[in-house]
């Protein structure tokens, strides 16, 4: 079964194996890495930026940045949502300006590197054993959800993550909408919102870059085109928190986008061929894990799409009060950030999850568990192009 299958829902590197029930299903997905070169340093936030952080419903006790509680953001509604996406406006890429150079030399930022060892908490599982990442086969046939985000930290500092191409409710069949981790869009509590976000499905599914070759024509290794982000939404917490280390942000590390074409008038979803679901509060007991990423630091190359079939996760909390992190055993490197997590929904994939997170020794990957929050954030951003 791909991932590509939307049949059941009204409403990326190469294809990967989900083992479920002793069956083998094919499965696709596309991780990423973090935003920008492992140096880039982000400004401070302005006065006018903290300023602005305070939106939706207030509570007694907040986040940083004069946000709401957890439980009051699990209560957004659309107005409250849309306030925030306002405050936090996308810069998109102008036509042209990505070409075959630039996305060849985007550097990947380091996944947020986490403690040597899980915090001394209950809600923790021991860390699970490595699983070595292995290639998908050219050409990604069942792959084309999944695929490389280009965007820029700073002027001339090309960075690059990996984003899935997810299921709309309110527009089914006809998605622009595409899923990666909070980190890929936005540097976090320092107030940077990366610019010129744009994705490439189905990254050298022929191969065209594999092997040190180095074409000069885009189309050669985006096969759909290029897909121009216009609108984003990261996790309030993320905003609020995040950072370059591990941390209770990181188990709210995604985002979600709103593509374009940069020529053509098709959605991406009927472009491709298809999307997937996201599956929120997804039950940890049922969950067999594949993840799908470019892995870009040594010993990979960031051209090739790998996966690590991490089977049941384990979990891993640096705050009790937030869900665990989902965690599998995996060696990807960064690179990897932002790439989906699959498993399966009564028989299907489903999106799960995003990688955010890593130790120094690469041996495995956390990304957050999806509940009612980054629910929410799916709804309005469906809604808010109905």
């Not at 409250?80 to 550097?107: C, E, I, R, S, Y």
């Not at 107030?191 to 191969?207: A, L």
């Amino acid at each position: 079964m791909s991932p590509t299958d939307t049949s059941h829902h009204p409403a990326g590197r190469r294809t990967a194996r989900l083992l479920a029930a002793g069956a083998v299903t094919a499965l696709t997905l596309a991780a990423v890495t973090a935003c920008g070169p492992d140096d880039t340093t982000n400004p401070p936030p302005s006065e006018a930026a903290a300023a602005s952080a305070t939106a939706g419903p207030t509570a007694a006790k907040g986040l940083p940045g004069g946000l709401p509680s957890l439980d009051a953001l699990k209560k957004w509604k659309y107005a409250d949502w849309d306030k925030w996406a306002k405050q936090h406006v996308l810069t998109p890429a102008a036509k042209g300006f990505w070409n075959a150079q630039k996305m060849l030399q985007a550097k990947p930022q380091q996944v947020p590197v986490a403690p040597p060892s899980p915090p001394a908490n209950d809600a923790n599982d021991p860390l699970p054993a490595a699983i070595q990442a292995s290639p998908v086969a050219h050409p990604y046939n069942q792959n084309k959800v999944d695929g490389k985000l280009f965007f820029d930290v700073g002027p001339n500092q090309h960075a690059v993550c990996s984003a899935t191409v997810i299921s709309d409710p309110q527009h089914p069949g006809k998605s622009n909408l595409i899923w990666t981790a909070g980190h890929c869009v936005s540097s976090g509590k320092s107030g940077q919102q990366y610019s010129n976000e744009v994705f490439i499905p189905d990254f050298n599914s022929s191969g065209a870059v594999s092997n040190g070759q180095k074409p000069t024509d885009v189309s050669q290794f985006a096969p759909y085109g290029q897909w121009i982000a216009t609108q984003a939404v990261a996790s309030p917490q993320w905003v609020a928190e995040g950072s370059d280390q591990g941390s209770a942000a990181s188990q709210y590390d995604f985002a979600i986008l709103r593509v374009a074409p940069e020529n053509g008038t098709k959605s991406l979803e009927e472009t491709v061929g298809g999307s997937v679901p996201v599956w929120f509060n997804a039950p940890r007991d049922q969950l067999s894990i594949t993840a799908i990423g470019y892995p870009q630091a040594a010993p990979f190359n960031g051209v090739e799409m790998e996966q690590c079939n991490g089977g049941k996760p384990s979990r891993l909390s640096f705050d009790t009060t937030r869900p665990p992190m989902d965690v599998i055993g995996c060696t990807m490197t960064a690179g990897a950030s932002g790439g989906g997590w699959f498993s399966l929904e009564d028989g299907k994939p489903a999106l799960v999850s995003n990688t955010s997170i890593g130790p120094a020794d690469n041996s495995w990957l956390a990304g957050p568990y999806l509940d009612d929050v980054a629910q929410n954030a799916l709804d309005y951003m469906s809604k808010s192009s109905s």
